[in-house]
């Protein structure tokens, strides 16, 4: 069952803008992080930003500078994409890290589908 749905993907120039979005189907629990990572065609999934409950966000080299990652209390997460470079093309990935809990003593990743961003030269 799906439990994060991205949305905002599409087709941009290099230079554009985009904002994805991400939304929980359920409930979070004990929300450790969220974040966003991101997989082109033949390379490793990647962390792309990260944001730790209580704490600042984090970005790769790759981003810093252009994207943002925010939170709202409604346990969605956003990835504002600025400055966009043919390099950033590929599927991205939000997930949540859900802390152990007493009706669920460990871990827990919590993934979208992806929702796929394309950058024109």
């Known amino acids: 069952q799906v439990q994060l749905v991205e949305s905002g993907g599409g087709l941009v120039q290099a230079g554009g803008s985009l904002r994805l979005s991400c939304a929980a189907s359920r409930r979070l629990f004990n929300i450790d992080r969220m974040g966003w990572y991101r997989q082109a065609p033949g390379k490793e999934r990647e962390l792309v930003a990260v944001?730790?409950?209580?704490?600042?966000a984090d970005y790769a080299d790759s981003v810093r500078g252009r994207f943002t990652i925010s939170r709202d209390n409604a346990e969605n997460v956003y990835l504002q994409m600025n400055s966009l470079k043919p390099e950033d093309t590929a599927v991205y990935y939000c997930y949540a890290l859900e802390g152990p809990r007493t009706l669920l003593p460990r871990f827990l990743e919590v993934w979208g589908q992806g929702t796929l961003v394309t950058v024109s030269s």
């Open positions: 944001v730790i409950s209580g704490s600042s």
